[in-house]
């Protein structure tokens, strides 16, 4: 299966947000956290979100599957803010190819962060194994309460 990663563009907003809800609406069922969970975003703040990150489209096979948006924190340390696919590209073990191609694309940061559910094991073990330590934790709701991660790259002199 091909992976291209490019830039978003305004034109891909309504079909990206779709995807970003079904990837997402067992997790508005599970934390009924309305406020910021992003199965139940509106598509001004999705659009918002695109002008005011780094927002990219991850394409299978030339067909859009999901979405990156990252927050650049600084020259050398960027927040995965959201990474999601479309659930018939899920559970096909895309998420390590595509973690490295986002990671590849900026060679330039050296500290990645992020944050999962507490309870989202599946994310949290893929999180770890990719080299990201637990930093903390925020309590959003009582059914929901966010790990934070870190990662720190350490990269070779040319």
Same mark, same amino acid.
């Given at each position: 299966?091909?992976?291209?990663?490019?830039?978003?563009?305004?034109?891909?907003?309504?079909? /990206? /947000?779709? #995807?970003?809800?079904?990837?997402?609406?067992?997790?508005?069922?599970?934390?009924?956290?309305?406020?910021?969970?992003?199965?139940?975003?509106?598509?001004?703040?999705?659009?918002?979100?695109?002008? =005011?990150?780094?927002? +990219?489209?991850i394409h299978m096979d030339g067909k859009i599957a999901g979405a990156i948006c990252l927050v650049k924190m600084s020259d050398? =340390? +960027?927040?995965?803010?959201?990474?999601? /696919?479309?659930?018939?590209?899920?559970?096909?073990?895309?998420?390590?190819?595509?973690?490295?191609?986002?990671?590849?694309?900026?060679?330039?940061?050296?500290?990645?962060?992020?944050?999962?559910?507490?309870?989202?094991?599946?994310?949290?073990?893929?999180?770890?194994?990719?080299? +990201?330590?637990?930093?903390?934790?925020?309590?959003?709701?009582?059914? /929901?309460?966010? #790990?934070q991660y870190e990662k720190k790259v350490k990269r070779n002199p040319p």
């Amino acid at each position: 299966m091909d992976i291209n990663i490019t830039k978003s563009s305004m034109r891909e907003a309504e079909i /990206l /947000l779709k #995807i970003q809800t079904e990837a997402f609406k067992g997790d508005l069922k599970k934390y009924k956290d309305y406020d910021s969970s992003p199965a139940a975003e509106s598509l001004e703040f999705f659009i918002y979100r695109m002008n =005011h990150s780094l927002h +990219y489209t991850i394409h299978m096979d030339g067909k859009i599957a999901g979405a990156i948006c990252l927050v650049k924190m600084s020259d050398t =340390h +960027y927040y995965l803010f959201r990474i999601f /696919l479309s659930p018939r590209y899920q559970n096909r073990g895309l998420g390590t190819k595509i973690m490295t191609k986002i990671e590849r694309q900026f060679p330039k940061v050296k500290k990645w962060s992020l944050d999962t559910p507490k309870d989202n094991v599946r994310n949290r073990h893929f999180y770890e194994k990719f080299g +990201y330590k637990q930093t903390g934790e925020v309590k959003v709701n009582e059914r /929901l309460t966010l #790990i934070q991660y870190e990662k720190k790259v350490k990269r070779n002199p040319p």
